[in-house]
Nanobody, 124 residues
């Protein structure tokens, strides 16, 4: 069993930066690809970024490409999401999860072991 805990969210001005962390318990974390998703107010959960088990390949939604960077430190059982040039459209609850099935990184149905989420609010 693996448990994920997100942290690092908060209130930031437009143009600012935040770094989210996803800390995992459990010995098998390093075997999994990991994804970040977000759910804006009143909208469905959407893919943000994904990373392979060894960090060798990353994937991004078009809306965050060039502004967000996903990385991982398997020795610390942690995945990060560095977010810069934030704008109000980035306001959402951000979740991390383990990719457990399928080929696509973009589908939430391919993930299990979701964290509880961390709120990111970008003020204009």
């Amino acid at each position: 069993q693996v448990q994920l805990v997100e942290s690092g969210g908060g209130l930031v001005q437009a143009g600012g930066s935040l770094r989210l962390s996803c800390a995992a318990s459990g010995r098998t974390f390093s075997s999994y690809a990991v994804g970040w998703f977000r759910q804006p107010p009143g909208k469905e959960r959407e893919f943000v970024a994904g990373i392979t088990w060894n960090g060798g390949t990353t994937y991004y939604a078009d809306s965050v490409k060039g502004r967000f960077t996903i990385s991982r430190e398997n020795a610390k059982n942690t995945v990060y999401l560095q977010m810069s040039s934030l704008n109000p459209d980035d306001t959402a609850v951000y979740y991390c999860a383990l990719k457990c099935r399928g080929n696509s990184y973009y589908r939430a149905a391919h993930y299990d072991y979701w964290g509880q989420g961390t709120q990111v609010t970008v003020a204009s």
